[in-house]
């Protein structure tokens, strides 16, 4: 017995510097894996930006056919204004702001589909090679905006099921580290589009 009690303390010593250090790791995988969803974050506000780029490039093309409709102009230039006047710091990436965020480019999404929808009413436009080019870069962006959401919500979902595990749950809530919003499918996005011909 006397042998044991001499050892106890550095048992106890050994079993506390165990603890410390796995506190230390699950704390640093904690941080990184943050700082992956702030990178993830910042490839999609950078998509986004380059589609809002492109857009008054599109609108001048537009404008020079005299007898386009100027109301589905002027709906794409004040969508542009308000998707881009939205923005989320990548520390409060909270399920409400991705909402609010992922409204606000919805109506820059509707508002560039009505403009590509009507630009079919105009041959000459279609031909225009400028009109051709922007559309095609509008196409390759909006890939590439869904990819980077995609990489986005991958990257929340590891970091979200890390700090819900036991025993990093704890460890998370002493820290602060708290869930992050995933990007949702746009309500009615789950029903087939109605094709009649």
Request: include cysteine; hydrophobic fraction near 40%; proline fraction near 4%.
């Amino acid at each position: 017995m006397t042998d044991i009690r001499k050892f106890l303390p550095l048992i106890l010593l050994g079993l506390a510097a165990i603890l410390v250090f796995s506190m230390c790791g699950s704390y640093n995988n904690a941080v990184s894996k943050d700082e992956n969803v702030k990178k993830a974050w910042s490839q999609v506000e950078n998509q986004y930006q380059r589609r809002a780029d492109l857009i008054p490039n599109l609108v001048n093309t537009v404008k020079g056919y005299a007898n386009f409709e100027q109301q589905t102009l002027q709906q794409v230039v004040q969508a542009r204004a308000s998707a881009t006047q939205v923005k989320i710091d990548a520390n409060n990436l909270t399920p409400e702001a991705i909402q609010r965020f992922e409204q606000a480019q919805q109506g820059l999404s509707g508002a560039l589909g009505r403009l590509l929808a009507v630009s079919e009413n105009y041959p000459d436009l279609k031909a225009n090679q400028n009109f051709l080019d922007l559309q095609k870069q509008l196409e390759g962006t909006e890939n590439r905006i869904s990819v980077e959401r995609k990489n986005f919500n991958e990257s929340v979902q590891d970091f979200n099921a890390y700090i819900r595990r036991f025993p990093t749950n704890i460890l998370a809530g002493m820290f602060g580290f708290s869930p992050k919003g995933y990007f949702q499918s746009a309500a009615g996005s789950e029903k087939a589009p109605n094709v009649q011909f």
